[in-house]
T-cell receptor, first 112, second 117 residues
């Protein structure tokens, strides 16, 4: 059972655009929601994370929006650049368990 | 920042042989490490949770006798793929949590490409 659903599967935007990646979860025990960026042939790197007690978090050009009642969260990338082209994974973790449940991933391509 | 190192980054082995992949936390101690498998263009699938000083906990469907995990110290976990077959070819990634903190940050290694020929 896929506990974290992610969409879209792929996304193409022009430089300067604002790609938005959406995720939804089912398990209400999740209390930590990180986003990871993965380049081909590399391990995932933590990009930004949020806890459900806040509705938005910004770090540089990356923003997470969180809707606890809808059990949804999304990643916005402001002023996207070709260097942002990568696969993005949303994830979720509950406090009592250290294992991370990943979404299915979104391949982002930012064209010049 | 915290670093998790995997070795080797790429390995090719013959079918039927065994191969060991190491995961080290370089500047922190990790009582728990995780091993993931990732097929091309797919998400990371958790294989097992490696606990220092005790047996690993395997996810449903993962053969524990085929994927041997040893967490010998607070900075090292190893994954041994035994009697490897071509279908075991994949990208294997480990992650670790800093035992010295109460935070949620989990650090990932760079991954190891395994090709079984």
């Amino acid at each position: 059972q896929q506990q974290v659903k992610q969409s879209p599967q792929s996304l193409i935007v022009q430089k300067g655009g604002i790609p938005i990646i959406n995720c939804a979860y089912e398990n209400t025990a999740f209390d930590y929601f990180p986003w990871y960026q993965q380049f081909p042939g590399k391990g995932p790197a933590l990009l930004i994370a949020i806890r459900p007690d806040v509705s938005e978090k910004k770090e540089g050009r990356f923003t997470i929006s969180f809707n606890k009642s809808a059990k949804q969260f999304s990643l916005h990338i402001m002023d996207s650049q070709p260097g942002d082209s990568a696969t993005y994974f949303c994830a979720a973790k509950s406090g009592g368990y250290q294992k991370v449940t990943f979404g299915t991933g979104t391949k982002l391509q930012v064209i010049p | 920042g915290a670093v998790v190192s995997q070795h080797p980054s790429r390995v090719i082995c013959k079918s039927g042989t065994s191969v060991k992949i190491e995961c080290r936390s370089l500047d922190f101690q990790a009582t728990t490490m995780f091993w993931y498998r990732q097929f091309p263009k797919q998400s990371l699938m958790l294989m097992a949770t490696s606990n220092e000083g005790s047996k690993a906990t395997y996810e449903q469907g993962v053969e524990k006798d085929k994927f041997l995990i040893n967490h010998a110290s607070l900075t090292l976990s190893t994954l041994t793929v035994t009697s490897a077959h071509p279908e075991d070819s994949s990208f294997y990634i480990c992650s670790a949590r800093d035992a010295g903190t109460t935070g949620n940050t989990i650090y990932f290694g760079e991954g190891s490409w395994l090709t079984v020929v």
